[in-house]
């Protein structure tokens, strides 16, 4: 059978369901959701109320902070500087743990072959690989890029084989009585039932890039939004601190729900979604 006419086939056949993921998206009560939002910000400032402001600065001067540093054009340059060696990092522990992941959980071999490997690497606290980068990548750019993907991949390659290990048997073993190849079994079939832990894996992977870049810019060369911190905290300047904080907690918290929004439109198959 050809790709082609296996395709629409298998697409009409193969009733696909799993269970749907919440999402900010989703969440039936967005007034509790921001409500606790608002909460925590109310805590932060009665807490901010009672200590120094060298130690705790309150949100009022943290979000007066943010603005004087973007205005001044500080913050907006160091993002996006910080952001080029985050998304290339991200890119490449994404290409390599789709295939890997996918294969150590379809793929007996590839399982006992790389399975010791990524659980001994995982193991490994990812601030002590950074003397290690230092020596082979030097401070900068190469070395920050390194130290995202390697926060990233493994984390990403654990979820992956997961989920192609529980791919559900019986609808592989339908795709083959259309008379599928291998290849057809793996995108129409195995591809679309493990979609569920592919786009968790690139959530995970998305705030463990985050993590690498702040903690890149921090213990490798201070640079950006790392610089900006290391000078804050040199000055007890905690709004500037705390400031660079929210900004990364915004950050993740946006490339959380653009990909939950991503696996809505294109898992429309699955119950809730679409």
Known sequence: MSEADASPLIKRRLPFASRAIPGFGERSNAALYWGSLIFGIVVWQLFAATQSGFVLAPPVAVFRRLGELTLGGVLPKA??????????????????????????????????????????????????????????????????????????????????????????????????????TRWQNVRYVLLPESLSFVFTALRIGAVRAVNAMITAELFLAAVNLGSIMKQAAAHFDSAAVLGVLFVLCLLGLLLQEILL??????????????
Do not use: Q
């Open 79 to 180: 993002l996006v500087a910080a952001l080029g060696h985050m998304v290339l990092g991200y890119l490449i522990a994404c290409l390599i743990a789709l295939p890997v992941g996918l294969a150590m959980g379809r793929v007996r071999f590839v399982g006992d072959l790389l399975g010791p490997v990524v659980t001994l690497v995982y193991a490994v606290p990812s601030v002590a690989w950074a003397p290690f980068l230092m020596i082979w990548c030097g401070l900068y750019f190469k070395a920050r890029v390194a130290l995202v993907v390697l926060m990233c991949v493994f984390d990403m390659i654990i979820v992956l084989s997961v989920g192609a290990r529980n791919a559900d048997r019986r609808l592989l073993d339908v795709g083959r009585s259309f008379g599928t």
């Open 261 to 274: 929004l991503v696996e809505a439109r294109i898992c429309t198959w699955r119950p809730g979604r679409g």
